[in-house]
């Protein structure tokens, strides 16, 4: 990509999460949960033109590194991701998501009368298949839209 193509500027310190499948960096937000309202640096490419995926969104978040916990949410959405570190302008380490074989926490269990939704204070926790993520108190699949059943904090 040439100077004149460059759409969001390079951070100095952070996270790029790069490579996002089209059309989810608001998900990405959501599981990172940023809303705007506590003041953090971001920056949000949507539909851009890849090599590799055809369209790609990209999140670059200034000062923030991400939790394990975090990026294994986000390999449910984006399993192309990669996530860069970056300090002093440079990406000093690099690595692709990987989908994990649980996620605890981040993700809210639709059965209203379990356990993880009736009580606050158990952690939601889903074990991840081929055909979905089901929770481990109910039994509950969750096949499709995943980012749907992110609970923002
Ligand atoms: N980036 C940034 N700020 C920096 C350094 C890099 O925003 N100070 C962004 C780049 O714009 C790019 C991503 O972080 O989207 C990864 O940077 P880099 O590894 O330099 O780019 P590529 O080699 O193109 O990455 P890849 O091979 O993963 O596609
Ligand atoms: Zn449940």
Do not use: W
């Amino acid at each position: 990509m040439t100077d004149t193509e460059l759409r969001v500027s390079k951070i100095e310190d952070g996270t790029v999460i790069d490579h996002i499948t089209g059309g989810q960096a608001l998900n990405v937000l959501a599981i990172l949960g940023i809303d705007g309202g506590s003041g953090e640096e971001v920056s949000v490419g949507m539909n851009v033109p890849s090599d590799r995926l055809g369209r790609k969104d990209i999140v670059k978040v200034e000062d923030r590194e991400l939790s394990q916990n975090e990026v294994d949410v986000l390999s449910l959405i984006a399993p192309a991701a990669t996530i860069n570190i970056v300090r002093g302008f440079d990406v000093v380490e690099k690595h692709r998501v990987s989908r994990p074989e649980e996620v605890t926490g981040v993700l809210s269990c639709p059965n209203a009368n379990c356990i993880t939704t009736e009580s606050e204070p158990v952690d939601s926790h889903f074990e991840v298949l081929e055909e979905g993520v089901r929770c481990t108190y109910c039994d509950t699949l969750v096949r499709e839209s995943i980012a749907a059943h992110i609970s923002v904090a």
